[in-house]
């Protein structure tokens, strides 16, 4: 079993709606969650970080964290032909984040 | 623009080259990363720098070699490379613990070919 699960997808929405991406994990030690977007031939762009459970906003986003189901979520509101990526979810146990463990990346399509 | 700049940004060498990749940062911070990303995968990491210290090598072969002149700059020489050593390679930096609670922010990458 790997220590993080994530849907490969594609996820292919219409513009507008609400994403909903998703990532599973085995380590109860991790402590700190992080959601990176990567555009094609681009690096890993970070969008989003959390400690410990609950949520967050930034704008369209949201990140939500449940450690006693040990999942995490990224939520996209109004989601637009450019959030069109692939989305990274990490985590690390400790705050040197030194050793990111990644999903595999969830591809997002939105449509016009 | 991300604030890790990577150059060059296309590489393609044969198995008997010997090039380096070089990685730059400006926002002060004490740890550095290489990683290597092949397509439609996660980014696996390969070295970490602390203080300019190795710190972290994950069984990467020796034909990688990495250098951290200093607290800005980060390379990757490499030297006797494999077909299957192609892939994008991202260099990435943060804080060292303690200097600031921040993740990884990441460069866009060296996308490298091996002949």
């Known amino acids: 079993q790997k220590e993080v699960e994530q849907d490969p997808g594609p996820l292919s929405v219409p513009e507008g709606a609400i994403v909903s991406l998703n990532c599973t994990y085995s380590?109860?030690?991790?402590?700190?969650f992080m959601w990176y977007r990567q555009y094609s031939r681009k690096g890993p762009e970070l969008l989003m970080y959390?400690?410990?459970?609950g949520n967050k906003e930034d704008g369209r986003f949201t990140a939500q964290v449940d450690k006693s189901s040990k999942y995490i979520s990224l939520f996209i509101r109004d989601s637009q032909p450019s959030d069109s990526a692939t989305y990274l979810c990490?985590?690390?146990?400790?705050?040197?984040?030194?050793?990111?463990?990644f999903g595999t990346g969830t591809r997002l399509l939105v449509s016009p | 623009d991300t604030e890790v700049t990577q150059t060059p940004k296309h590489l393609v060498m044969g198995m008997t080259n010997k090039k380096s990749l070089k990685c730059e940062q400006h926002?002060?911070?004490?740890?550095m990363y290489w990683y290597k990303q092949k397509a439609k995968k996660p980014p696996e990491l390969m070295f970490v720098?602390?203080?300019?210290?190795?710190?972290i090598n994950e069984s990467v072969p020796s034909r990688f070699s990495p250098e951290c002149p200093n607290s800005s700059l980060l390379n990757l020489h490499l030297h006797a490379l494999q077909p299957e050593d192609s892939a994008l390679y991202l260099c990435?930096?943060?804080?060292?613990?303690?200097?600031?609670?921040?993740?990884?922010?990441f460069g866009d990458g060296t996308r490298l070919s091996i002949l």
């Open positions: 990435a930096s943060s804080p060292i613990p303690g200097q600031g609670d921040q993740p990884q922010h």
């Open positions: 380590n109860s030690a991790f402590q700190y």
């Open positions: 959390t400690y410990s459970s």
């Open positions: 990490a985590m690390s146990p400790n705050t040197g984040f030194q050793k990111l463990v």
């Open positions: 926002m002060g911070h004490r740890a």
């Open positions: 720098y602390s203080y300019e210290k190795l710190s």
